[in-house]
DNA sequence: CTTTTTGATAAGAATGGTTCTAAATTATTA
DNA sequence: TAATAATTTAGAACCATTCTTATCAAAAAG
């Protein structure tokens, strides 16, 4: 087997058809933390819908995270390939991908407080250019 | 001044009009993560429009703060009287809060990592109870 | 090879949570 | 008071997302 998006769409149980590859590449090799509406656009010999649906099967599937709490009010997804964190400038809503902390003490606290075994975690910090301007 | 929400009103530069001394009482005496629709119908007579209105304008003084990313597709709200961050029972949709755990190591690291000033952190941990069956 | 079955995709309609509008009410100031 | 400003309201509008139904493609069975 040559392609190796291929293989990760078999491992994961979905059929490797051309628009999933299509869609599983662009979100690889893009960090634009795109919205569907963007990804479409840029991909407009897929449909909306298909984007919607393929995403969706791609965030069960823990290939694709969500971003919500954008103040733009739309849905924005990110290619879970490596585990990291979100830290959004509130002034420009840019998402800055970050990875240099370690969610292993806070996984453990939450589990310590709820009894819950934590599958997934997101974390959104907030920010602004320290020498901007107070509106 | 005898009201204590009065003066927390008062502090945030928001006039303490009757909608808001009931919605901020409502926030701060309910742990329940309510949706605006939840908190309209148990609060008839302030109007859905001025629910959602009051809630943004406690958003943006901090009082409150959104909890998305729940997979009902509403906008949750919690008071934010506390630090705490939240569990989400991904099996029943609870939201839980919890507390035992200092995000001042995470702050720090977005810090170094971005350069940006952060303001605000939104930490949502998702996870199932250990007994139960998988679907 | 067909045929059948299953699953994926597409186009557009429908949904519904949230936001907007314009009018009515209430508070504030002169 | 009158005049101005801010808040609240009811309902309309919006629009991102989901749903519907039909079409299509791929795999499985025969």
Known sequence: ML?????????????????????LEYMMTHDTHPTAEMIHQDLPNISLATVYNT??????????????????????????????????????????????????????????ATGLKITEYKIDLYGVDPDSKPE
């Open 3 to 23: 392609n190796p998006l291929k293989n990760v769409l078999q491992e994961h149980q979905l059929k490797a058809t051309s628009q999933r590859l299509t869609l």
């Open 55 to 112: 995403l969706e099967k791609f965030v069960e599937k823990k290939l694709v995270v969500i971003i919500d709490g954008i103040s733009d009010g739309k849905r924005h997804y990110d290619a879970a390939d490596h585990p990291h964190y979100h830290v959004i400038n509130t002034r420009t809503n840019e998402i800055i991908d970050a990875a240099n902390y370690d969610p292993a003490p806070l996984i453990k606290a939450a589990q310590a």
